[in-house]
């Protein structure tokens, strides 16, 4: 295969063809369109920074564009101007050799800055991205002075001339690389894509939060699956091919995949129809906490002690959930204790409300209630009830200062707390002489 137009070799034709008039000119247009583009850019970047550090500002789009143009700004306008000045030297039958080795260097910084930042974003967790930065800028410069110098055509005819038997027919190297490229840029850009759909989505408040979650999760799917076509048809393969690949996944999923199919499908299930949502508070499979993160294939419930579980969807679809938290978050927390037979019981229960009602934490609606449960055989039983709205925050320490609070003010106002005592009488040993009365008389 042979180039579609002829390669020029931008740097030879400056060394042979160079006047001092014509680079002038042209250096002259450089430094215009430079400065041009640099006034404009820091011109336009203050109010770009002032979007993006503005925390009245909520719009995540707006704040990814800001940032995005922030750093592709300046090469794009200088290459614009560029461009611009090189078609009016070229009107005037003008050299224009310097220019055309400045345009591609131009754009190639826009295309190694551009494509860093969208890895970026859609991998904001990977470390590998930038440690390849500097790899990402190397290969395009260096591929743009193989296109300066007029070896990169050479290089794509040998390539397309290295063919790799597949089966009944073969395919070039050139092909491969090219293939290559061009599906991990679309991958790239529908996970880019797909992510800035996401945040969007969920930074939409009016929407329920489950709802912003499903919606977010199919349109992160549909983005990677229309990227996958893409990058198929670019690369030249028939996307009819992909019947027999549904149909063996689909044998798969019956014998092999059984339980990611289940869970995925229960994830859906379960936004859908919104029993669990973001920071409810469960019980499931004997495993309390709060709810921190719904995905298609798990659930993440945080235990108050700060371990998390990862449940999967189908225990939660097939097993008992309680959910502590479904239309209301009002919690109640139970108490007991034991006052002496010689305390003032009334005393003692308007204790329990007044420190129940003392407490930040304990509503006053519905409000303390405090009960004699029953006579035990030290003392009187007493229970206590309040409810609180932040279970969240811990029901331990609240039944902790409430006990401590009661066992003060127990103590300030002389209502005593039995404990247990007994008499013990061995059996054959001779009693001491008692005064009458004190012992029954034996039978």
Sequence with gaps: MTPGIQARN????????????????????????????????????RGLHRARENPDVGNEALRFGAAGLDRILLPVLGWAFLVSGRGVLRWYHQPTTLL???????????????????????FPSGSWVRKSETAIAWTVWVLMVLHITAVLPGIRVWLD?????IGRHDISLLNVIEGTLSVGATMVAAVWLGRTVEQRLMAFSPMDVSLRVVFSKLLRAVFIILGVLVALTLVGIDVTVLSVFGGALGVGLGFGLQKIAANYVSGFVILLDRSIKLGDLVTIDNRYGEVTRLTVRYVVVKSLDGTENIIPNETIITSTVVNHSYSDRQVRIDGAI???????????????????RGHPRVLSTPEPIALVRGFGENGVDLEFFVWIRDPEAGRANLRSDLNLKIFNEFRARGIEIPFPQRDVRIVGEKRPPMAPGLYPPSS
């Design 100 to 122: 055309d080795i400045a345009v591609p260097l131009l754009s190639s910084l826009v295309i190694v800055r551009t494509a860093v930042y969208m890895l970026r974003h859609a």
């Design 338 to 356: 034991q006052v002496a037979y010689s305390a003032d019981v009334g005393l003692a229960l308007q204790t329990l409300l007044d420190v129940a």
């Design 161 to 165: 001339e290295v063919r790799l038997p």
């Design 10 to 45: 931008l740097i030879a034709e400056l060394i042979t063809q160079a006047q001092p008039a014509g680079l002038l000119l042209q250096g002259c247009a450089m430094t215009v369109a430079l400065l041009l583009a640099w006034g404009i850019s820091e011109t336009l970047r």
